[in-house]
């Protein structure tokens, strides 16, 4: 449905966008990571044709940015990271607003506002005035401004900034909903809500895309050493060490706690096979009491770390 080419955006010397190329499917919802300055703002700008990029394109459906930005911006509802809002409107008044800039009807505009008080959350401030709201409801209500003409395409950028965990889970489950019956693409820091929400996932680093793919598929295709934890009934952890450290996946041990004649330690380890087995039948032939082993699940949160850290 929209279709990323090459597309470089350039502030003077500095390369905003680097050339990125990357397709969204139809009813996805697709979120872009990236640390601060990694390009994600300006990416959606441009796909929402408030920008124009300094090479490359984008096609929405048949029509691409250069020639077709009116017909683009009536196919995307767009919510920027601070919600255009008037603060001294009441919550209708302004979204009826919206909707006569939309130019729709009252017959289509009285059952949509409604229709969007309940999909949003919203109906028991609808006549509040914009200013006296939450950071929360505030959101909710750029939801609804961004929704009013019934997009095909929703782009949100930063949806949760700002919002405290109970209002994060509340726009989560909107945008869930939403992203039912609509395409979605948001950007955002708190990487364990996309993990939680988006179908799929591009991390962008420096104007470049670092991955692309669901979270299950970045974790099992970003290469990184990873960590297993035990903990043994047992005092000789130099003699422990020296044994388990013959199994050639393993690249370090260390020791975190011991005392009372049991001890805790993790080993470092690579590659892609699961050496648990390995561990465990050297712990029983020693007979070697064992209280835990276990590996580190990797997260979205280590896997982005390792993608956007320096060097």
Known sequence: MIRIDNLAKYYGDTRAVDGISFEIKKGEILGLLGPNGA????????????????????????????????????????????????????????????????????????????????????????????????????????????????????????????????????????????????????STHILSEAEATCDRIVIINKGKIAADGSTEELKKEAVSDYVINVSLQHSDFDGVKKILETIPEVSGTVLVNSGNGAMDFYMTCSGNRDIRPDIYEIIKNNNWPLLELHRETRTLETIFRELTKEG
């Open 39 to 186: 390009g994600k703002t300006t990416t959606l700008r441009i796909l929402t044709c408030y920008s124009r990029p300094t090479s490359g394109n984008i096609t929405v459906k048949d029509y691409n940015i250069y020639e077709h930005s009116l017909e683009i911006k009536r196919l995307v509802g767009y919510l920027p990271e601070s919600a255009p809002l008037y603060p001294d409107m009441l919550v209708y008044d302004y979204l009826k607003f919206v909707a006569d800039v939309r130019e729709l009807n009252k017959t289509v505009a009285d059952p949509r506002l409604k229709e969007l008080a309940a999909m949003c959350a919203i109906t028991e401030v609808m006549h509040r005035p914009i200013n006296e709201l939450s950071k929360g409801y505030k959101q909710r209500v750029g939801l609804a401004h961004a929704m009013m003409s019934d997009p095909e395409i929703l782009v949100l950028d930063e949806p949760t900034s700002g919002l405290d965990p109970n209002q994060i889970v509340e726009i989560r489950d909107i945008i869930k909903t939403i992203g039912r019956e609509k395409t979605v693409v948001l």
